[in-house]
């Protein structure tokens, strides 16, 4: 007998701040978080949001104050899932946000929870979170000859602008650099940084240090190791 297919799941979830790990968020912070899904072989899922009393927080468009992407019917598994919400007016409560995959026959649920305090008034510095394929700790392998593609997000506690940038500190020179090489944006804002690497790199380390700068609060960097295998 055959087993019932596998229920959409919510894997890899990374947020900033770090709600998992005790972390508050502060009035006029954004939210946001990485994620993936998985699911049955086949299986298309769409994401919607509910409250804590299970009824719909609208966050399937760009406009609204809570997002959950992508938008629309996909299929799994799903990487570069992305959730973000204002905090606006929300100090001293706990903001509680439902994300739901369904595959029309079954669904996935994950409870963002997140406590919101008031703005002391202190600036604070940004933070930077890089997504390679679902590998979220700073170490990645790729195969020589084959792109390597990152989702690198900037976050900061304040309503600031960031700029960022990235140098090479470990390894030659690349037969090709990874682009883009900078830039600036509101935060939070995210990028598509890209590796095509040559199949003469096979064997060979590099790092790559990420950094984000918001004029105001000292920067910071994010170290990513790429071992060309």
């Known amino acids: 007998m055959g087993g019932s297919a596998a229920a959409p799941a919510f894997a890899d979830i990374v947020c900033l701040p770090d709600v998992g790990s005790g972390e508050v968020a502060v009035e006029g912070q954004p939210v946001m978080c990485s994620f993936g899904v998985t699911g049955a072989p086949g299986a298309n899922v769409s994401l919607t949001c509910e409250d804590a009393a299970g009824g719909t927080v609208d966050c399937s468009v760009a406009s609204s104050n809570f997002q959950i992407q992508p938008f629309g019917s996909n299929p799994v598994p799903v990487s570069g899932g992305f959730f973000g919400g204002s905090t606006n007016g929300l100090a001293g409560t706990t903001l509680v946000v439902i994300w739901v995959a369904d595959d029309g026959s079954a669904e996935g649920r994950h409870t963002f929870a997140a406590q919101v305090v008031a703005d002391d008034g202190i600036n604070g510095a940004p933070a930077i979170?890089?997504?390679?394929?679902?590998?979220?700790?700073?170490?990645?392998?790729?195969?020589?000859?084959?792109?390597?593609?990152?989702?690198?997000?900037?976050?900061?506690?304040?309503?600031?602008?960031?700029?960022?940038?990235?140098?090479?500190?470990?390894?030659?020179?690349?037969?090709?650099?990874?682009?883009?090489?900078?830039?600036?944006?509101?935060?939070?804002?995210?990028?598509?940084?890209?590796?095509?690497?040559?199949?003469?790199?096979?064997?060979?380390?590099?790092?790559?240090?990420?950094?984000?700068?918001?004029?105001?609060?000292?920067?910071?960097?994010?170290?990513?190791?790429?071992?060309?295998?």
């Open 129 to 229: 979170s890089v997504d390679c394929g679902g590998d979220t700790d700073g170490d990645v392998d790729v195969s020589a000859g084959q792109p390597l593609d990152c989702r690198v997000v900037f976050a900061d506690p304040d309503p600031d602008s960031v700029s960022w940038s990235y140098a090479r500190t470990g390894g030659p020179a690349p037969t090709a650099d990874p682009s883009p090489f900078g830039g600036l944006g509101s935060a939070p804002y995210g990028v598509d940084w890209r590796w095509l690497t040559d199949a003469s790199e096979a064997g060979g380390t590099w790092v790559y240090r990420f950094t984000a700068d918001d004029s105001v609060a000292p920067a910071v960097t994010f170290d990513l190791t790429v071992n060309v295998n």
